[in-house]
């Protein structure tokens, strides 16, 4: 799934629902304790690990497949959400895959 902005419109969702746009952010918020826009950041960096781990994508084409046109915004969210770079944990991914390669390899 590819983010876009016209299906993360507050406004389009506001519409949707019934209700105006500052009702509906408040209620989220106090329903959900967050705001929409860090759920659906929160979602699009859930993403972004699925698309690393999964689909093996580099932080560029992450960064672009969850919406971001700028990796470096990427890299700076994704680091403030996760502890690390996007890179970094890209490499974690594949030290554990050589690592379980290497056990897997032992036991044979």
Request: net charge positive; glycine share 6%; with cysteine.
């Amino acid at each position: 799934m590819t983010f876009h902005p016209s299906y993360l419109a507050i406004r389009e969702l506001a519409k949707q629902v019934g209700m105006n746009e500052c009702k509906l952010k408040k209620g989220f918020r106090e329903r959900f304790g967050m705001t929409i826009f860090e759920l659906v950041r929160q979602k699009r960096m859930e993403k972004a690990l699925w698309y690393m781990e999964v689909e093996r994508l580099n932080v560029g084409e992450t960064a672009v497949s969850v919406g971001y046109s700028n990796a470096s915004n990427f890299t700076t969210t994704f680091r403030k959400l996760h502890g690390c770079n996007p890179s970094e944990y890209l490499k974690r991914i594949d030290q554990l895959d050589l690592e379980r390669h290497r056990l897997q390899n032992s036991l044979e």
